[in-house]
């Protein structure tokens, strides 16, 4: 996951995930903020933007597959000013 930033109130956001499994179907992802999921981020795009993100965003972060959950990518800290 990408990317891992001390961002400004204010700013657009965008938080990258990537895979290096073989899938044969396109993935759809799932987002989490301090190990809880992020409410309405399940979608077939490996994004997750906050626009314009403040104080409530920032925490740590980490993306799955949405059919294998428990194989979460390393949590990456944003930290807003």
Not at 55 to 74: E, I, M, W
């Amino acid at each position: 996951m990408t990317p891992v930033a001390m961002v400004t109130e204010g700013q657009r956001v965008t938080l990258n995930c990537s895979t290096s499994c073989p899938l044969t179907v396109k993935p759809s992802y799932i987002w989490y903020q301090n190990n809880g999921p992020v409410t309405g981020s399940e979608n077939p795009e490996n994004q997750l933007v906050l626009d314009p993100v403040g104080p409530q965003h920032a925490g740590n972060y980490s993306c799955s597959l949405r059919n294998y959950p428990p194989l979460r990518s390393p949590e990456k800290t944003l930290t807003v000013q």
